[in-house]
């Protein structure tokens, strides 16, 4: 088995795959789990090896760990947390790995290892040219071009950020779930936050798409993940494909390009 762990911000998310002489390892279980930075690795592996035994899976059955992280501190824990528990020293999507994905920008090492994992699955699953809006604590937008270069793209704030933000900031207005509402004119508070909320941050991802889409052409496909991409995918004007999964394939994929160097040998 292969575990692959997506470390972000907010949220850590877990995908075991059933490795297959021959072809693509099938993902078997999937968790979704907070990102806390003071857990030690004792509490993070047994947190692990709990989330196994409710879906009736062993731990030992994972022969290779391949981790992209954008929390450097937690990054020593899960390396303690795949020596201790699993046995097995963990692959970090890191400068040196083998990708398959040349990155063409002015500093290469500081791209986040989510953003060259997600580009990877973009490009393997839909081809290119491609972008990816990754809908998390950050809103990134990853650019691949026609032939599987990573161009660069952006970075806005998350959904979540600007709204925390308003509430915050102005002692009237209460905190609501950012959901699609139901109308486009509020005649609440409720709903003119929602709908401020929903439809700005719309305005947002399509504002930056257009002039994206517009660089690389019109043949250009636009995938959405992260927690909040089918929210956000179901008013956007350009956004075709939503994945949930896309970053977990993108940890498989890199895994199996660089799996004869790394796979734990029996004994």
Known sequence: MLLALDVGNTNTVLGLFKLNEGAPAELIADWRITTTRSQ???????LFRNLFTMRGLEAASVVCIIISSVVP??????????ERYFHVKPIFVEPGIK???PVHVDHPNEVGADRIVNSVAAFEKFGGPCIVVDLGTATTFDVVSKRGEFLG???APGLGISADALFSRAARLTRVDVRRPAKVIGSNTTDNIQIGLYYGYIGLVDGILEKMVADLGPETKCVATGGLA???AGGSKF?????????????RIIYE??????RKRPG
């Open 40 to 46: 030690t690795a004792d509490e993070y592996g047994i």
């Open 73 to 82: 501190p937690l990054d020593s824990v899960l390396r303690a947390v795949g």
């Open 99 to 101: 990708t398959g994905l």
């Open 153 to 155: 793209g952006a970075i």
């Open 230 to 232: 089918t929210l956000i």
């Open 239 to 251: 956004i075709t494909e939503v994945d949930d999964m896309l970053t977990l394939d993108g940890l």
């Open 257 to 262: 390009r660089n799996a004869e160097h790394h």
